[in-house]
């Protein structure tokens, strides 16, 4: 459970932060409803009440996140989908409102996938999307209510840093294309 059950005050610069919640996970372990406990997201029980205009998180979006996101998730605020990875292809292809992005490819620093390529929690997602978009403070505020948190961050820090540096979609497939081509000739 969490280690402090205070929420924190966020600053009204902070974005505003959805989660919609499938009901797929232990509630207890749920990084989603942590975030939601702790007052950073709220949560919604239906696809269908996620904010019209703002950037989804959806790992099957042919679209990259970028710093060019920033904007948008500054007006519309950021939105993610909570559910199993061995669901989410089928919650994915749902029609969702919003503007869809993917990530680039990360490390899960989170217990359950720790290590592996792209199969963050949705807390490590939200984070990550909010370092990219500039709002780098928000993102390890975010974070830190986890004990892994900053383990996302030691894994993923020079990544992180060259996202942050990419004008547009584009540029980030192009560094990911690079890092995939780099480990297969490891």
């Known amino acids: 459970m969490d ?23 232990d509630r207890k372990k749920c990084s989603g409803l942590r975030l939601k406990r702790r007052g950073f997201a709220r949560i919604v029980s239906s696809i269908r009440f996620l904010p019209n205009r703002a950037i989804v998180l959806n790992p099957f979006s042919e679209i990259a996140f970028s710093p060019n996101d920033r904007q948008r998730v500054t007006d519309f605020g950021l939105a993610a989908l909570d559910c199993s990875w061995e669901h989410a292809q089928k919650v994915m292809k749902i029609h969702v409102k919003g503007t869809s992005r993917c990530l680039p490819i ?6 359950v996938n720790f290590g592996k390529l792209t199969k963050l929690t949705t807390a490590e997602a939200i984070a990550a999307a909010l370092y990219i978009a500039g709002f780098k403070e928000e993102s390890e505020q975010l974070l830190s209510i986890f004990t892994w948190g900053h383990t996302f961050f030691e894994l993923n820090g020079m990544l992180l840093d060259n996202y942050i540096t990419a004008k547009d979609s584009t540029e980030i497939v192009n560094m990911q294309n690079k890092l995939l081509k780099g480990k297969k000739s490891d």
């Open 3 to 25: 280690s402090e059950l205070e929420t924190q005050p966020l600053p009204a610069s902070f974005p505003r932060l959805t989660i919609y919640h499938a009901n797929q996970c």
């Open 106 to 111: 990360l490390i899960a620093g989170n217990p």
